[in-house]
């Protein structure tokens, strides 16, 4: 149950800042620890918005393997439907 939770908070996180969560954990992890204290809970790898005519439609978010495995398994749902 875990896992889905944090899944939906990564997909949340991509939607609402309209990047993959990654640039988040890179940013952090750089430095800029604010970013730590924002309302957005799922700043790990595994989030990517879906992105249709420059506007977000939704996002794929997972959760549950290694983070840069989650990224590609969500890249893949992106791909598979725009």
């Not at 949340?12 to 952090?28: F, N, P, V």
């Not at 595994?46 to 794929?60: C, E, K, L, T």
């Amino acid at each position: 149950m875990l896992f889905r939770s944090i899944a939906t908070e990564k997909a949340r996180t991509a939607a609402l800042g309209r990047r993959e969560t990654k640039q988040y954990e890179e940013m952090i992890n750089n430095g800029r620890t604010a970013f730590l204290s924002a309302p957005l809970s799922g700043t790990l790898e595994g989030g990517v918005p879906v992105i249709v005519d420059g506007n977000v439609v939704g996002a794929v978010g997972v959760s549950g393997v290694k983070a840069d495995q989650d990224a590609q398994i969500a890249k893949a749902g992106v791909n598979a439907v725009q």
